[in-house]
């Protein structure tokens, strides 16, 4: 009862801060939003207001709000987002804990936990516990669509990594019938330019480029190095680094981890 009624207090201070989101104004919306967080406790509703925090001034500011709340307020949300934002800092540790935080709380509808989870897995470079990971979610039916389409891109690249060629041309193939993804075209470059279809390849690293660039170097990188093409693999991470240089260094040591594992 109490909670319905915290809920409905801040409703006004939701519905006018979420007026200034719609109408791009996240500075106006941000003082609101934080009211409507401290009268209703939602998790939904301070994700929202770090959001706007982070558009504003930056994810150093939100970060710090974040574990401000969660030592006073913890919720999933709140957690998950904290988590992500040290993630992109490279604190890893903090992530971890945000994570383990998270998880005591309980599962968040937007499926941040999960993607917080999946982030952190693949930084640990762990692919043994990663694959199962992805497995176990790809049976799931709560999924959302962006943790799905991430899974599902980890699990066509790693078939095409393992050199279980007829899976990586089956869930690139499956990605491509729910979305025109990066990932998805890339492993159908790798497999038409190893079979010797340079029409077909070619096609397809133009729609992944144009589904995202930085993606289809990252992802190409890998890619190329699967089927052995080391000399593309190294262009791909040389344009990357002029462009992203952090992601350069994630595939890079992503792809270190690769033969160290192999060897």
Same mark, same amino acid.
């Given at each position: 009862?109490?909670? %319905?009624?915290?809920?409905?207090?801040?409703?006004?201070?939701?519905?006018?801060?979420?007026?200034?989101?719609? $109408?791009?104004?996240?500075?106006? &919306?941000?003082?609101?939003?934080?009211? @409507?967080?401290?009268?209703?406790?939602? /998790?939904?509703?301070?994700?929202?207001?770090?959001?706007?925090?982070?558009?504003?001034?930056?994810?150093?500011?939100?970060?710090?709000?974040?574990?401000?709340?969660?030592?006073?307020?913890?919720?999933?949300?709140? @957690?998950?987002?904290?988590?992500?934002?040290?993630?992109?800092?490279?604190? %890893?540790?903090? &992530? =971890?804990?945000?994570?383990?935080?998270?998880?005591? %709380? /309980?599962?968040?509808?937007?499926?941040?936990?999960?993607?917080?989870?999946?982030?952190?897995?693949?930084?640990?470079?762990?692919?043994?516990?990663? *694959?199962?990971?992805?497995?176990?979610?790809?049976?799931?039916?709560?999924?959302?669509?962006?943790?799905?389409?991430?899974?599902?891109?980890?699990?066509?690249?790693?078939? $095409?990594?393992?050199?279980?060629?007829?899976?990586?041309?089956?869930?690139?193939?499956?990605? %491509?019938?729910?979305?025109? +993804?990066?990932? @998805?075209?890339?492993?159908?470059?790798?497999?038409?330019?190893?079979?010797?279809?340079?029409?077909? &390849? &070619? =096609?397809?690293?133009?729609?992944?480029?144009?589904?995202?660039?930085?993606?289809?170097?990252?992802?190409?990188?890998?890619? @190329?190095?699967?089927? /052995?093409?080391?000399?593309? +693999?190294? *262009?791909? $991470?040389?344009?990357?680094?002029?462009?992203?240089?952090?992601?350069?260094? /994630?595939?890079?040591?992503?792809?270190?981890?690769?033969?160290?594992?192999?060897?």
């Amino acid at each position: 009862m109490i909670r %319905l009624l915290r809920k409905l207090f801040a409703l006004p201070f939701i519905w006018l801060g979420q007026l200034a989101v719609m $109408l791009q104004q996240p500075g106006p &919306a941000i003082p609101l939003l934080r009211m @409507a967080w401290r009268i209703s406790g939602e /998790g939904r509703i301070g994700l929202t207001a770090l959001v706007q925090v982070f558009r504003v001034y930056g994810r150093e500011a939100s970060s710090a709000e974040a574990r401000q709340w969660m030592q006073k307020h913890p919720r999933t949300e709140v @957690a998950a987002w904290a988590g992500l934002l040290a993630l992109d800092s490279k604190r %890893l540790e903090d &992530a =971890r804990q945000m994570l383990d935080r998270g998880l005591q %709380l /309980g599962r968040d509808r937007e499926g941040m936990l999960d993607m917080l989870q999946l982030r952190v897995m693949l930084v640990e470079g762990d692919t043994d516990r990663l *694959r199962q990971f992805c497995r176990d979610m790809e049976a799931r039916r709560d999924a959302t669509p962006q943790v799905s389409k991430t899974i599902l891109s980890f699990l066509a690249m790693d078939a $095409l990594e393992g050199g279980r060629f007829d899976e990586a041309r089956r869930r690139a193939s499956f990605l %491509l019938q729910v979305e025109d +993804s990066a990932a @998805a075209h890339v492993v159908l470059w790798a497999l038409a330019t190893r079979d010797g279809r340079e029409d077909v &390849a &070619a =096609r397809h690293l133009r729609r992944a480029s144009a589904c995202d660039r930085l993606e289809c170097l990252s992802q190409q990188a890998v890619a @190329a190095d699967a089927i /052995g093409d080391t000399e593309q +693999s190294r *262009r791909c $991470l040389a344009e990357l680094h002029e462009t992203r240089p952090e992601f350069a260094e /994630g595939m890079e040591e992503r792809l270190a981890r690769r033969r160290e594992q192999q060897a």
